[in-house]
C-alpha cells in the first residue's frame, strides 16, 4: 500500500545518508528483514537497487534470512520468465556471499542467448568466485562470448597477478589476441 511503500522510502532514504556519512547505524533483524522484502517485491527497480546496496553495505546478519534470500535470487536468476532487469538484479544478490555453490548456474548464464545485462551480472558474480573459476571458464568459452562481453571477461583478469598470469599465458598461446587486450590492460601486464 501507499502508506508502506512511502515508510521503506524513508527507511532506504535514512539508511543511505547515514552510509553516505560514512556513519551507517547497525541494522536490527527487522531492517534486514524489510530490505530483502524490498528487493524481491518492490515494483521500482531504483528502490530495488537501492535496498540490495545497503545490504551490499550491512551485510545480512540472520544466516537463515541471508541463506534463504540467496536461494530465492537463484531461482530468479535462472528463471528466463522474469525480465531481463529483475534476473539482473537477482545475479548481483548472490554475490551478497560466496557465490561458489551458484558457478553452474552463473556458467549456463554466460551465453549469447541471454540478454547482456544478465551475462555481465552473471559474469560479475562469478568473479567474486575467491579462486580462478571465472578466468578458466572465460578462456574455455572464449570463441562463444560476444565483444561486449569478452572486454567485461578481460577485466576479471586484472584483479590479482595470478589472473594476471593466466591472461598473458592465454596471449602468449594464441588463445586470446593480444590486440584484444587494449593499451591500459596491455600496460598492466607489462609491469608484471
Known sequence: ??????WQGAVLSGLAGGLRNRKPSPLTEND???LVKTF???????????????LKNTGINNEALAIS?????????GDRTQTNEKRSEAINFIALRNPTPYIDL???????????TVQLAALSTLNAVPDMTV????????????????DAALATFMSNTQRMALLLDAVESGKIQASSLGWSRTSSLMGQ
Open 69 to 77: 534470500s540467496i536461494k530465492k535470487a537463484a531461482a530468479i536468476a
Open 32 to 34: 534486514q528483514q524489510l
Open 135 to 150: 578466468n578458466k571458464y572465460v578462456l574455455q568459452e572464449w570463441t562463444m562470448l560476444t565483444p561486449g562481453i569478452r
Open 40 to 54: 524481491f517485491d518492490h515494483p521500482s527497480g531504483d528502490v530495488r537497487k537501492a535496498s540490495l546496496q545497503l
Open 1 to 6: 500500500n501507499g502508506g508502506e511503500a512511502a
Open 106 to 116: 552463473l556458467k549456463k548464464i554466460i551465453v549469447p542467448q541471454e540478454h547482456p
